[in-house]
């Protein structure tokens, strides 16, 4: 108990320290967003957003062996095997420099190909475009090798380490968008000289401090082919997943390209913005909770296990929440003042990746039960087959039907699938762990609180009228106060009710 308890502060310390790291980070995207769209242009920026997703779309390779080095790593520093760590740690790092050099030869032909050949790309713009995709390549690659060192920093769980070194990330990117500004030369070719250099640095530096701070982490001639053939085994299995999160995230991108041209990919990368800061405040969450989730289930508590996925769940989909539901009721006025100007399908396609966020990261969360289990098979199998399904779906819709969303419309559907099959999976490789329970009192109840909050708002909007300042904060503080006290009054247990007055009683002295 008095462990588990540690334990509990331990996650509840990183997760404010990754959202110091996350505000700040999303206080520089916001402020920067709109000068690069207005210094770019719209055509330019859309480019940017498409070639980079050509390279991206590569990383599905990366991203099998990604959760796999994750999971082995946690897994035995939860098994308190610190022998074996050193091992895990240089077949992942051998694996994955074989993974970018299979990665260069993929972008350097099939890519390549595709860029020169079937992107819509005016003439003049193609020498920057080409720019853009050799550094896409480089910063690919250090990424790709950089998977061990950001794997060993998560399963220590020294999340102040981003925070710290998010600060410094900053100022630079600050200096990029002044540079960018005052440059006199190729606006798209600056901006991707100095990303890339920017990412360059901080990875460089990620790998001192693991050298510098933990042991396995000193690269040594080791190999162990079970722990090879282990990994490749799992990884082979999370293959077909992120091949089909790939397909639908940057293939859905290069479709759009190729009926609609690059102004609608700069509505995709405002959407895919919009996106990532939002889900910035799940995955600190995540990124908090899923090594104490490894390492329970590696020690046998299962217990503790189920308990963590069920508090995170519901305090994922709240926190979520309470940005998603104001956004998705204020978007076109939110994008106007923070950009100026605002592609068209811009407004329609933020509010449907807010919709597919909050599944999304229910469904990320749920999967660590599986990879810790090391049952990845059926999740990969039958959600990427689900998930791969976009990519003929849409192009077949596109085709007959003049629906530029419905990718989107469609990934909320398959995320909704993945979300209760995944879930479904827990309950068998977790024997504590509740479907039922799970479908009803996490997912349905809370759904359908947020719907009747929605309706409230929506009632409050049509009596204010048009958008104004007035309208946003009316929205956001009503929006705010009813997901707050109906998720704390309906949406939770009495345990977990418990647990939130306790916390708040030892922290104001508030007595009983």
Not at 224 to 238: H, K, P, R, Y
Not at 261 to 274: E, F, L, R
Not at 336 to 349: A, C, K, R
Request: include cysteine.
């Amino acid at each position: 108990m008095a462990n588990n308890t540690v334990n509990n502060k331990l996650i509840i310390r990183n997760t404010i320290m990754l959202y110091v790291r996350m505000a700040l980070s999303m206080f520089v995207a916001l402020f920067t967003s709109r000068i690069v769209l207005n210094t770019l242009g719209v055509e330019d920026y859309g480019i940017n957003g498409v070639v980079g997703g050509v390279v991206s779309f590569w990383g599905f390779l990366n991203s099998s062996m990604s959760a796999a080095t994750s999971r082995f790593i946690t897994f035995e520093m939860g098994r308190g095997n610190e022998r074996h760590l050193n091992v895990v740690f240089n077949c992942a790092f051998v694996v994955h420099l074989c993974i970018a050099v299979v990665v260069v030869a993929l972008a350097e032909t099939i890519g390549l190909w595709f860029l020169n050949n079937k992107l819509v790309i005016p003439s003049d713009r193609m020498m920057a475009a080409q720019w853009v995709y050799q550094l896409s390549i480089f910063s690919m690659v250090i990424g790709i090798t950089q998977v061990p060192y950001t794997a060993s920093i998560i399963s220590h769980e020294r999340m102040d380490i981003y925070a710290y070194t998010e600060l410094a990330n900053i100022l630079l990117k600050l200096l990029v968008v002044y540079l960018l500004v005052i440059g006199d030369f190729d606006k798209l070719i600056l901006y991707s000289i100095l990303t890339t250099v920017i990412s360059t640095g901080v990875v460089l530096f990620y790998r001192y401090f693991c050298f510098s701070h933990f042991e396995e982490c000193r690269f040594k001639r080791v190999w162990n082919a079970t722990v090879f053939w282990q990994m490749l085994t799992f990884s082979g299995w999370d293959f077909l997943g992120n091949l089909s999160v790939s397909v639908r995230g940057q293939g859905i991108g290069m479709l759009i390209n190729m009926f609609y041209g690059v102004a609608v990919n700069a509505a995709s990368g405002i959407a895919g913005q919009v996106q990532g800061v939002v889900m910035a405040f799940a995955s600190n969450v995540l990124m908090a909770v899923k090594p104490q989730i490894i390492k329970s289930y590696a020690r046998g508590d299962y217990e503790r296990t189920e308990t963590l996925i069920t508090y995170a769940s519901l305090g994922i989909f709240y926190l979520l929440m309470l940005l998603t539901v104001p956004i998705i009721l204020e978007t076109d006025f939110i994008l106007q003042l923070w950009l100026g100007i605002v592609p068209e399908y811009s407004v329609l396609f933020c509010r449907f990746v807010l919709i597919f966020n909050v599944f999304s990261a229910l469904a990320m969360l749920v999967l660590t039960v599986s990879h810790a289990a090391n049952k990845n098979k059926y999740p990969s199998l039958v959600n990427g087959i689900m998930y791969l399904s976009s990519l003929p779906v849409s192009y077949f819709v596109f085709c007959f039907f003049d629906l530029v969303w419905f990718p989107y419309f469609y990934n909320v559907l398959t995320m909704v699938g993945g979300v209760l099959f995944i879930g479904w999976l827990a309950s068998r490789y977790l024997n504590v762990f509740s479907f039922k329970g799970y479908v009803l009192n996490i997912l349905l109840r809370n759904i359908l609180i947020i719907i009747f909050i929605i309706g409230i708002v929506l009632y409050v909007q049509s009596l204010m009228g048009e958008e104004s300042w007035k309208r946003f904060w009316v929205t956001c503080i009503i929006s705010t106060v009813l997901i707050l006290f109906l998720g704390y009054v309906l949406g939770i247990n009495r345990e977990a009710r418990c647990l939130i007055y306790n916390f708040i009683s030892n922290k104001f002295k508030i007595r009983q």
